[in-house]
């Protein structure tokens, strides 16, 4: 399969050699905005493009891809105040969209079990809170991850209409949100009652778990249109 990489910073190399592993052919690497115009003919053999760019870089390039019309997997978080927007120009022209705000298997693991504790906790009264590490290098705070933690507590415990970034509040979901070293991404979600803790837990050793979510993200997005997410890789 012939791939675009939009964005080749730290990300987008870990996809290229996720990519190269599975005999798939990187045929450009894009990463300033002189490149869309100097290497458009390399960029129009691409199959799929895979984007780990910027949060205001990404919808161009979103839109770059669709004039194209090259399916596009996007990796980059901060982006989601144009998501309608984005969603409803692919589903009118028949485009290929596949975004998430986490391609790791495992933390799309976790979406899964946060779910189920969220029900559960309402329930049996136990009180839910949020936190999350990251790089120092991470523009968005919280992560992606985390809002889509927190709304999807908020969609299923009726003890939450909202989130709040470090601040505690009746109905209001806290997520604790920390930025050191080079810390590749800690989530967990934490259920307490007066009886006991549960804590989930997804913590990523490397950039490796997500570059081979979003290649397979790629070979799964190729031939389809429409939007798509983790939950549609996974067959659910």
């Not at 989930?200 to 031939?223: D, I, K, M, P």
């Amino acid at each position: 399969m012939k791939i675009a990489i939009i964005g080749y910073g730290k990300m987008g190399h870990e996809v290229e050699k996720a990519a190269l592993a599975r005999n798939h052919e990187i045929v450009i690497t894009i990463d300033n905005p002189q490149e869309w115009e100097t290497r458009l003919d390399q960029l129009k053999q691409a199959k799929v493009a895979i984007e780990f760019s910027q949060p205001d870089q990404v919808v161009g390039n979103i839109h770059r891809c669709f004039d194209l019309h090259i399916p596009i997997v996007v990796g980059t978080t901060a982006w989601q105040d144009h998501f309608e927007e984005i969603k409803a120009r692919c589903l009118a022209e028949k485009q290929s969209l596949f975004t998430a705000p986490n391609f790791s298997i495992g933390m799309n693991i976790m979406f899964m079990l946060n779910k189920q504790l969220a029900r559960f906790a309402e329930r049996y009264c136990y009180q839910l809170s949020l936190a999350e590490t990251h790089h120092i290098h991470k523009l968005d705070k919280p992560s992606g991850t985390a809002v889509k933690l927190a709304n999807d507590i908020i969609a299923l415990n009726h003890d939450y209409d909202s989130w709040s970034l470090d601040t505690p509040a009746d109905h209001t979901l806290c997520i604790k949100a920390t930025r050191e070293g080079e810390v590749f991404g800690i989530h967990s979600v934490e259920a307490s009652s007066p009886a006991d803790k549960i804590t989930l837990t997804h913590e990523a050793f490397n950039r490796q778990g997500l570059a081979a979510g979003a290649l397979a993200a790629a070979e799964f997005l190729v031939g389809k249109t429409g939007v798509f997410g983790m939950e549609d890789l996974f067959g659910k």
